[in-house]
């Protein structure tokens, strides 16, 4: 049922979805790192890489919490044709990392921007208020012509929005990366402050995009960290129920569309 799904276990956040204990679905043990939490060097961003090139599948990747959202640029990094990144996050993940050397879970997009010349364009949906005037402020004017913010789409604001959000589109393309911090916390739990979309529209927009353009690659992150002495705690228990439900609904939007969009396999 889930194949074409890996799974980046970094921090054993996903052990409790049970979902995901499907045969099919193929596992990178990555708890051996050091240095992967938030920040990461060279030397671990190269060790993650050797061991993703390793996986038989490459269909949606789930990524763990957004702590690893820098993952997403290694993955992007694969696709050998123009596309169009479609970022679904509460943050824009492209604020300047502390170091040259160092690529963070709030920089990645800013480093694909500039170094990955097969990206063309990033749409980011679902940024807090306030995100792209920041944004804005401080980006590169050439990098300012490749980035367009929305604002989360609602039942309410989608005939105006979604076709504002396609007509930007300028790849046949399509990477779609979710952090489920885009969603309203009712949705999904997640360790960062959280966006108000709801998951139905978030699932309507994906397959929108999808039904439109050729996705040639997704990724999930967001989980809620969960260690093995607290996983009886009332709210964690709550966290994993609820994020394995949206990360089920997340991968039927991403692989219902049309299954011969992704590639399923190596």
């Known amino acids: 049922m889930y194949d074409g799904v890996t799974v980046l276990d970094f921090d054993h956040s996903y052990r409790w979805q049970a979902f995901l204990r499907d045969q099919s679905v193929e596992w990178i043990d990555l708890t051996d790192l050091s240095g992967a939490k938030r920040y990461c060097g060279e030397d671990t961003l190269a060790r993650i890489r050797h061991r993703l090139r390793r996986r038989r599948r490459h269909g949606v990747t789930l990524i763990g919490s957004g702590n ?26 492209m604020m300047e990392p502390p170091d040259d050397n160092v690529i963070t879970c709030g920089s990645w997009v800013l480093k694909a921007l500039r170094e990955l010349p097969m990206l063309r364009q990033v749409l980011v949906i679902g940024a807090r208020e306030g995100a792209a005037d920041m944004l804005f402020c401080d980006l590169h004017p050439h990098l300012k012509r490749r980035v367009f913010v929305f604002e989360p789409v609602t039942e309410e604001n989608a005939r105006r929005v979604l076709p504002a959000i396609i007509s930007r589109l300028s790849t046949h393309d ?13 949705e ?10 709801k998951l139905a529209d978030l699932m309507r927009l994906i397959r929108s995009i999808a039904g439109r353009r050729k996705l040639c690659g997704a990724d999930i992150c967001g989980e809620y960290p969960v260690s093995p002495v607290e996983v009886y705690n009332r709210r964690h228990r709550l966290a994993v129920r609820r994020n394995a439900r949206a990360n089920q609904m997340l991968l039927e939007a991403i692989r219902g569309v049309d299954r011969r969009a992704l590639p399923l396999s190596s």
């Not at 820098?70 to 479609?86: D, G, H, M, N, S």
């Not at 999904?188 to 979309?197: F, L, R, S, Y």
Request: charged share 20%; glycine share 2%.
């Open 68 to 93: 690893y959202h820098y993952v997403t640029y290694l993955l992007l990094a694969e696709i050998r044709k123009p596309f169009t990144l479609v970022l679904f996050d509460y943050h824009t993940d």
């Open 174 to 186: 399509v990477y779609i990366s979710v952090d489920k911090d885009v969603l309203a916390p009712t």
């Open 188 to 197: 999904a739990i997640t360790d960062w402050e959280q966006g108000t979309m």
